[in-house]
């Protein structure tokens, strides 16, 4: 099972390496030699490819990484709910009986009816 951290790092790393790409088509497409309107038409068809490529890194992202991810999180806060659910049994099992015993300790004994015959 892998750390938060590790989730982290390999998302930075994601993001940096997209980001890096972006910038340095765009740097490439804004110093090269051609006219105006070649130039936007090539940020635009660069711009849909980087998109597009942005979209196909996170939908690898989420089924390599997020969605195992998830799934032994989900794992790991049921096992954890099990866990208190049955620390918490105990405790009320234990508060009921010593409940009980201190009300039985603390109940009066009813004293006997039985009358006295005077003569």
């Given at each position: ?19 890096g790409a972006a910038v340095g088509a765009a740097v490439g497409i804004l110093?090269a030699p051609r006219s105006g309107e070649e130039t936007r038409t090539r ?43 049955k620390e918490v049994d105990k405790t009320v099992n234990s508060v009921k ?23």
């Open positions: 099972m892998c750390s938060r951290n590790s989730y982290s790092d390999t998302a930075t790393f994601v993001a940096g390496t997209i980001l110093f940020l635009k068809l660069e711009g849909e490819k980087a998109y597009r490529d942005v979209e196909r890194s996170v939908r690898t992202f989420d089924k390599k990484t997020l969605q195992p991810a998830i799934k032994n999180a989900k794992k790991e806060i049921d096992d954890h709910v099990k866990t208190v659910k009986k010593e409940v009980t015993s201190r009300v039985k300790k603390a109940t009066p004994k009813k004293k006997s009816t039985t009358k006295r015959s005077t003569k």
